[in-house]
């Protein structure tokens, strides 16, 4: 128990330390002061509407959990637990992931581990995979773009990656022989022989991420930056899919890097993308306090 105790230690050491050093390098580059002057001269009304939208787009996820669960719990219960998620995520990034947050408070009420640990999964497995159809779509449209940039291997390369990944873990079956991961991939292959529901549910997941990207879209016009295709559509499902890497703070220090890196190809001055990028940031984290007040009525109402 010590050891694994210092392990998590040493691991969010590292994590605060990446996050530290790449913010420190993002704000030699852009200027703090020149960052600050953004944000005060950020028109509230659009910083405002992307927390409303995120609060919307995280109720559409939840409509696609509810699928992946086949209807068999309300949907207020797990729009709840979804925002909890969101709140752990965001604020106790080193302590529990929201996956696990909402994985366990689904088990402990169905007692289900394959159901509850593979819905969740799925969730997410759709999400991203919708996220990279999107990406790759996109990509095609802009490819001339991107050739010229010479990105336009990026996104197929991930693809494939991503296809690679999921055949080789869900050929492999790691850990199937604990009983709760078998349930797990019973669920799985259950669901997937169910392709009304998977559809239904890819088609939300395209939803989310259409919303994410006219979140991002509006914070860009609330400090008069009007952000083109291929930075949206091309760019940000791969800034994503890079703060998806677990090495920081709740992606800090990663994704402005990201944003400063890649829109700064499509001509975005570097401190107004640090601004977008901190900005739709505080508006995600700013929609998931909801999730502390759900969590501490959950907490409540179990004593």
């Known amino acids: 128990m010590e050891s694994k105790t210092k392990k998590t230690i040493l691991f969010l050491a590292i994590k605060v330390l990446v996050s530290s050093l790449l913010l420190v390098v993002v704000f030699n580059k852009t200027g703090l002061r020149n960052i600050l002057l953004h944000l005060q001269a950020t028109d509230l009304r659009f910083f405002f509407l992307a927390i409303a939208l995120h609060t919307f787009i995280l109720y559409i996820a939840t409509l696609r959990w509810g699928l992946l669960l086949e209807g068999k719990h309300s949907l207020g219960k797990l729009y709840s637990l979804y925002l909890m998620g969101s709140f752990f995520n965001n604020f106790l990034p080193g302590a529990i992931g929201g996956d696990a947050v909402k994985a366990y408070y689904l088990y402990r009420g169905t007692q289900q581990a394959g159901s509850s640990m593979g819905s969740v999964f799925m969730d997410r497995y759709i999400g991203l995979f919708a996220l990279l159809t999107m990406g790759l779509i996109s990509g095609l449209v802009a490819f001339n773009d991107l050739k010229h940039l010479g990105m336009h ?44 529901m998977l559809l239904k549910a890819y088609g939300l997941s395209f ?97």
Do not use: C
């Open 153 to 196: 291997w990026v996104i197929p390369s991930l693809f494939l990656l991503f296809i690679a990944g999921s055949l080789l873990f869900f050929r492999l079956k790691i850990g199937q022989r604990f009983s709760a991961v078998s349930d797990f991939y019973e669920y799985f292959h259950r669901a997937i022989r169910n392709k009304n």
């Open 207 to 303: 939803v989310v991420q259409s919303l994410t990207l006219l979140m991002i879209y509006l914070i860009g016009l609330g400090i008069g930056q009007k952000l083109s295709f291929t930075a949206l559509f091309v760019f940000v499902p791969i800034v994503i899919l890079i703060t998806m890497i677990p090495l920081s703070i709740s992606g800090l220090g990663i994704r402005e890097s990201a944003f400063v890196v890649l829109f700064g190809l499509t001509g975005v001055p570097a401190e107004e993308s640090m601004s977008i990028s901190f900005l739709w940031f505080l508006s995600i984290a700013s929609a998931s306090l909801i999730g502390l007040v759900e969590y501490i009525r959950l907490r409540t109402k179990k004593v």
